[in-house]
């Protein structure tokens, strides 16, 4: 990593990002670990709070399906995540959103999944199709010299792979970082020693950290943890790697060839604490698309806005029962919007809004929308996890599923998602006059057509 004396030209690729040959120069970081749980999400909100801190204008990213850790990385950097998957959002497309951020940004930061090789695509296939250099954390309370160990097995299993170094997090001592320092290959950088400490923690429920809003002192706890890490030795700037954009006629045809063609065509978006799950790509391109977007509240609001079509995304509606199942004007209007045939796509939370009653752990029962047959049974284990694609009659969407509920006497699937490699079954999709319903979370840019025909009101929908 590059300290500002170490490198003459250190101003200019900060301050005015350097093009060499359709290139754009930026540093960047690939920040993974050896596992779920070692510390990821704290240490990139923590890096990108420091050097925004500094006066730099930080682009994060998040690899994989998530809609927390983005929120807390965009309340730490100051602007917007995005999300970054070889399969859900394609290379093209992943190539394109960092090019714009290097035109833009002093320092790009990237947040893993899971573990640096999990995953087919993994966080590694990403960092290095990239080229940009990983730092890998790992969490070391009950272990010393294995940290190196465990440090030059990640870096030759895949020799090929740019690697930065190690972060050694939850350490129980100044003599615990000497004796990991001291384990470490010479060709292996140890780029911070952290010890364990409350400060390093966000707080988090069983689908997640909890989100930025739902705290006063989010702000300051994300300014302590930039502290930390920058007494911790993790003050500096990566090396820049080159952006190259790589939109290609193929994706120009896809952008251009449905512009508009949701032009005119209203719809009502729940967004509130309990509705939230949405990716910013998938309002972009239906504002592209030309459709006019309407955000509600189930909890607050009594009616639905004056629309054509209404999606009702997940979220956490499990912690909010009382005030949308007491709201009985909204769910009215809503039946009544479903009676009418109106197009709706209900996701995960939405979905289980959607149907006849959520059930909580202390076997609470508490009425939903009822537009179709079902209920959600909240549980404390999760259910068919991961990246999906879905075969719906308006074309293959991707996404993926993350719940921990499931649904039961419910309508009989139209189709059921594939997921990459697993042969088995993935999430049930049901169908009722123009309601779509799936655990799934879609990301709408995976196909533009069908995005099209699931909200626009003249397309028949297929069962």
Same mark, same amino acid.
């Given at each position: ?22 290139? #754009? ?48 990385? *965009? ?58 250099? #990983? ?24 020799? !090929? ?28 950088? #140890? ?105 509600? !509240? ?8 004056? #629309? ?24 009215? !209007? ?12 209900? *996701? ?47 074309? *293959? ?67």
């Amino acid at each position: 990593m590059l300290r500002p004396e170490q490198n003459d030209t250190f101003d200019q690729q900060i301050d005015e990002p350097t093009k060499q040959g359709g290139a #754009v120069l930026c540093p960047a970081l690939f920040i993974s670990a050896i596992a779920s749980g070692q510390g990821k999400t704290t240490i990139t909100a923590g890096l990108a709070r420091y050097h925004r801190n500094q006066g730099r204008k930080v682009r994060v990213f998040k690899t994989g399906p998530d809609y927390l850790d983005p929120l807390i990385l *965009e309340q730490a950097a100051g602007s917007p995540a995005e999300q970054l998957d070889l399969w859900m959002v394609g290379k093209k497309r992943c190539r394109h959103y960092l090019y714009e951020a290097a035109k833009d940004a002093d320092l790009i930061l990237i947040e893993g999944v899971m573990g640096l090789y999990d995953g087919d695509p993994s966080g590694a296939d990403l960092a290095e199709y990239f080229g940009i250099p #990983v730092a890998a954390i790992i969490s070391a309370p009950t272990m010393a010299q294995t940290v190196g160990a465990i440090a030059l097995g990640l870096t030759q299993y895949r020799p !090929s792979l740019p690697f930065a170094g190690i972060i050694a997090n939850t350490l129980g001592s100044d003599r615990h970082a000497e004796l990991v320092r001291e384990s470490m290959p010479d060709s292996i950088p #140890v780029l911070g020693c952290l010890k364990k400490q409350d400060q390093l923690t966000l707080p988090q429920r069983h689908l997640g950290l909890v989100r930025p809003h739902e705290l006063e002192d989010y702000d300051e706890k994300l300014d302590q943890i930039a502290d930390i890490l920058a007494t911790a030795g993790l003050d500096t700037l990566p090396e820049p790697v080159a952006f190259h954009d790589e939109i290609e006629e193929t994706l120009k045809v896809n952008t251009t060839q449905h512009v508009k063609s949701l032009a005119g065509v209203k719809i009502a978006i729940a967004r509130d604490e309990a509705f939230s799950f949405i990716y910013p790509a998938n309002l972009r391109l239906l504002e592209r698309l030309g459709a006019e977007l309407h955000f509600f !509240s189930p909890c607050a609001d009594e009616q639905l806005p004056e #629309v054509d079509s209404l999606w009702l995304p997940g979220g956490y509606p499990e912690l909010h029962l009382e005030k949308i199942s007491q709201n009985l004007s909204m769910r009215e !209007s809503i039946k009544a919007f479903y009676l009418q045939g109106h197009k709706i796509l209900a *996701e995960c939370g939405g979905m289980l809004y959607a149907q006849q009653s959520i059930v909580t752990l202390d076997n609470q029962d508490w009425p939903m929308a009822g537009l179709i047959p079902g209920i959600g049974v909240m549980r404390t284990k999760g259910g068919c996890q991961g990246m999906q694609s879905a075969a719906l009659p308006e074309g *293959e969407l991707r996404g993926h599923a993350h719940h921990r509920s499931k649904s039961e006497e419910t309508l009989p699937a139209i189709t059921f998602g594939k997921r990459i490699k697993h042969p088995a079954p993935g999430e049930p999709v049901v169908r009722s006059k123009g309601l779509t319903a799936s655990y799934l979370h879609f990301y709408f840019p995976s196909n533009q057509a069908a995005t099209i025909r699931l909200f626009h009101p003249d397309e028949v929908l297929a069962s």
